[in-house]
Nanobody, 116 residues
Framework: QVQLVESGGGLVQPGGSLRLSCAAS????????MGWYRQAPGKQRELVAT???????NYLASVKNRFTISKDNAKNTVYLQMNSLKPEDTAVYYC??????????WGQGTQVTVSS
């Protein structure tokens, strides 16, 4: 079991930046992947970015070159740096962890609103 707590969401103008953090309740070294998903009103939840134990990353095409996922194993924390934000990035962002048995764990979500 692992509990995940997100922080860092908020309201930002188009073109601005935010950094989301996801703190895990235990070491993330044993987790298969960690990642960020988002869900906009009326839409399905979609994968934004993932990072593996070895540090390999994967991104949704529309956020490539704007978002960066990273992790700090010592702090048991995963980050999502979001730059050049667009109104279409508005959503609730969820942290996800998948363990070696492929069980999924989710945070409570943090709202990101991009609006002028």
């Amino acid at each position: 079991q692992v509990q995940l707590v997100e922080s860092g969401g908020g309201l930002v103008q188009p073109g601005g930046s935010l950094r989301l953090s996801c703190a895990a309740s235990r070491s993330i070294l044993g987790l298969y992947t960690m990642g960020w998903y988002r869900q906009a009103p009326g839409k399905q939840r979609e994968l934004v970015a993932t990072i593996t134990t070895g540090g390999s990353t994967n991104y949704l095409a529309s956020v490539k070159n704007r978002f960066t996922i990273s992790k700090d194993n010592a702090k048991n924390t995963v980050y999502l740096q979001m730059n050049s934000l667009k109104p279409e990035d508005t959503a609730v962002y969820y942290c996800n962890a998948r363990d070696a048995f492929l069980a999924n764990y989710w945070g409570q979500g943090t709202q990101v609103t991009v609006s002028s």
